[in-house]
Structures are given as structure tokens and as C-alpha cells.
């Protein structure tokens, strides 16, 4: 007789999907229509990060990277004042110094026309896999096409957009360009001080995301994915396969997609990568439900900062805090810029009532990564950045595409791990 522990046999599936926020779950939606059986890994369930905490916005309009040329030196100077956008978490400096170094480099005149082509490629079929995905699993009832406001309160930051407004336009985005009388007929609610705004005509609203990625979860279960709320832990080649071990057991699949967001780039080390994946903390406070106050997603231009009329209350959305995973939230943060909101909408009533933290996984020219491991059938779908919610769709059919040996309809070269050089290797 063995004196070996028994072990239960490790689940087996076609694909095992780590991360279900709504790039992940996107994938395992493709992959199913494709007929692949799915498993879904994920310490936290459906939207445990960025895909239930974000402004819900599908931003198709919104094509400038992070790094653009004169965006990173104004965040820096700003970094003594208490609601600048940009945040560091000293803590975790080690973490992400380098990321930053590669993230200014990025952000060289050189390359910005690049980084938007390949932004405005995935945006631009954004809106349709999004319409196809949520009329699939019946949820049109949480997408609605309001449409996404850019106000701003002075001359400066509307003028100091320009160039953002001339590749909306270069590139055949839908928006209109708004004066004070035009900003409080679209928002009637709006403060006086907004001066200019900038509507993104075809940018919709996803009324809740965290239950938009819920109702996903579920409508993937009823049709036979597997489910596994566990941390993965590490991805090793079994036979023809990968068995992937858990913090619940070991799972077998035949291919492994990797949408772990800022989580991902441990689990790749053994395959000698490393990614160029940096964590930036999001934060929102929510008001209580109030109809009247905010018609659509509102970004206040100059504080960065969004209010977003959800169902469940009114939405404020702020800050990128560069840290580390694990690292604790600075809940102060979000406290004290949320009555920032009232000034933007009077009307806004009474006081937030809860308050979020997550992390947005980040590269340094602001694409994703959509690659697959060199000589291995490990997919990479992470580095969306604030983009996530827009690009989610999107990029899980893409990846699924991939995994088929389908024709992409969008070039995948921009977003492979290899743009990086020697950095993804190591």
C-alpha cells in the first residue's frame, strides 16, 4: 500500500483563465462561443479589482497615453499638493523606479503617433464587441449612450488638450466641442466655473461594471465553466498541458490565458519574462443614489477626477498612485478629494458612504500587453492601464482569435511583450 498523501485529481479543462475581471472574462466568453471548455481562477471572484471600481466610461475617444510628451513633469511638481491626480507611494519605491524611468522614455515625441494608432485600433472596436458582448448575455440594460464629458474649469487645460482634440480628429472620433451655454444645456447641474467642454460622442456608460462582470461570471457558469476562487500560484508544463497550482488545488488545462492584471508578471518568471507591469492604485468614493445631479461620466479636466451617475449612487473616481501589490490603500486620499465633487455639482447631497481602492495594471506606453509566450501556449492579456473597462472586450477576442489560429482584425505587433526588448527577458 502507498504511503503517499492522497491528492484529488486536478480538475482538467481546455483553457484555464487566471483573472476574472472583464478582460479575462471576455476571453473565457470568446473561447466558449468557440466551444473550448473554460476554467476560471481568481482569488476574488467576478470585478474583485479595476473592473468594479473604475468610472464605468467605454472611452473610445480617449487616445493619448499616459507618458505623452509634458504630462510627467507637471504630475511631479504636483506631488506635495493633496488633490494632484498623481501619487506615489513611497514604500514601494523599488517597485516601480525602473518602471518610471522606462514609462518617461515612452513618452518621447518619436513615439507618441505610434502609441495612438495602436490605441485608436483596439477603441475603435471597442464599442461594437461591446454591444455584441452584452446584448449576448442579455445585460443592454447596463450600457447606456450617454456619452463621455471632459469639463474644464480653466483656459489653460482646454487649450493645453489641443493636440489631444487634433488626434480625435485625425483619427475619426465622433465629439463636439462645447461652450459654457452648450456645457449646462448637456449638464444642467454643472458648476458655473466649467468653461469649456468636450463631449466624446460615441463613448457609452456601463451603469455598473462590477455587476456588468457578475452577470458575465454567472452567464459563463450556466453554460459549463468551471470556477476556482483561489490564488494561482504557479503555471508548470504537465504532459501536453500546464498544471497550474492554486491556493485550491491544481487545475490541468490545455492552454493557460493569463489576465491576472498587476498580479500577472509572478507567475511568468519561470518562463524567463518578466513584465513591464507596474500597479497604479485607483481610488472612488460613492454618494448616495440622487437622480438630477449628473446626466453621464464627467471628467473635471483639470483634477482628473470623474463623477459618474451609477445606479447604485453617484461615482467619484481620482488619482494613480503608483505602488505594489500588496501594498495597503491610503483611503485619506479619496476622502479628501471627494468634496472636490460638490463644487464641480452643487447639488451633489450629502456625504460619501463608502469608499474603493484597486489596482490598475500599467505599462509604460500605455498599450496592453495581447502576446502569447514564445514556444508555449500561455496567453498574455494585462497592462490595460485605464483603459481596462474600454479594452476588455476587445482584447478578449482578440486573444481568443489567437488561440485559434483565427485572422486577427486588428495588428497584434503593437501590443506583443517583445516591443520591451531585453527588459521581458530576465
Request: hydrophobic share 45%.
Amino acid at each position: 500500500m502507498s504511503s503517499l498523501p492522497w491528492r484529488p485529481h486536478p480538475r482538467v479543462a481546455d483553457a484555464a483563465v487566471i483573472g476574472c475581471g472583464i478582460v479575462g472574462l471576455s476571453t473565457a466568453f470568446q473561447l466558449q462561443r468557440r466551444g473550448l471548455s473554460c476554467l476560471l481562477i481568481d482569488p476574488r471572484g467576478p470585478a474583485g479589482d479595476a473592473s468594479h471600481g473604475n468610472a464605468g466610461v467605454i472611452s473610445v475617444g480617449n487616445l493619448m497615453p499616459q507618458s505623452a510628451p509634458g504630462m510627467m513633469w507637471p504630475a511631479l511638481r504636483g506631488l506635495r499638493d493633496p488633490l494632484a491626480p498623481f501619487k506615489l507611494d513611497a514604500g514601494a519605491w523599488p517597485y516601480y523606479a525602473g518602471w518610471l524611468l522606462r514609462f518617461l522614455r515612452a513618452g518621447h515625441p518619436s513615439r507618441l503617433a505610434g502609441i495612438i494608432d495602436a490605441t485608436h485600433a483596439l477603441n475603435r472596436a471597442a464599442r461594437a464587441a461591446w454591444l455584441d458582448l452584452a446584448g449576448a448575455i442579455g445585460a443592454l440594460d447596463l450600457i447606456s449612450p450617454t456619452g463621455y464629458l471632459h469639463a474644464y474649469s480653466e483656459d489653460a487645460g482646454f487649450e493645453r488638450a489641443a493636440g489631444a482634440r487634433a488626434h480625435m480628429q485625425r483619427h475619426g472620433v465622433a465629439f463636439d466641442v462645447l461652450d459654457r451655454a452648450q456645457l449646462r444645456d448637456l449638464e444642467p447641474g454643472l458648476a458655473a466655473f466649467a468653461r469649456h467642454g468636450v463631449l466624446q460622442r460615441d463613448a457609452l456608460f456601463v451603469q455598473e461594471p462590477g455587476e456588468f462582470c457578475r452577470r458575465l461570471f454567472n452567464w459563463l457558469c450556466a453554460r459549463g465553466a468551471d470556477t476556482l476562487i483561489a490564488s494561482a500560484r504557479a503555471i508548470e508544463r504537465e504532459g501536453e498541458g500546464y498544471r497550474v497550482r492554486t491556493s485550491g488545488g491544481d487545475v490541468h488545462a490545455d492552454q493557460v490565458v493569463l489576465a491576472a492584471g498587476a498580479w500577472s508578471g509572478e507567475l511568468l518568471r519561470p518562463f524567463g519574462l518578466r513584465l513591464p507591469v507596474a500597479a497604479a492604485r485607483g481610488y472612488h468614493a460613492m454618494y448616495p443614489r440622487q437622480e438630477g445631479v449628473v446626466r453621464r461620466p464627467t471628467l473635471w479636466a483639470e483634477r482628473y477626477m470623474v463623477v459618474s451617475p451609477m445606479r447604485s449612487g453617484v461615482r467619484v473616481t481620482a488619482f494613480k498612485e503608483m505602488t505594489a501589490p500588496g501594498r495597503a490603500s491610503r483611503p485619506a486620499l479619496i476622502q479628501g478629494l471627494a468634496p472636490q465633487a460638490r463644487l464641480l455639482f452643487p447639488s451633489l447631497a450629502g456625504e460619501p458612504v463608502s469608499d474603493w481602492a484597486g489596482l490598475r495594471p500599467c505599462t509604460p506606453d500605455s498599450l496592453p500587453i495581447l502576446d502569447r509566450v514564445d514556444d508555449e501556449r500561455i496567453f498574455i492579456a494585462t497592462g490595460h492601464g485605464h483603459l481596462g473597462l474600454t479594452q476588455g472586450p476587445i482584447s478578449g477576442e482578440l486573444i481568443a482569435q489567437s488561440m485559434m489560429g483565427e485572422a486577427s482584425p486588428v495588428p497584434l505587433a503593437p501590443y506583443r511583450l517583445a516591443r520591451f526588448g531585453g527588459y521581458a527577458r530576465g
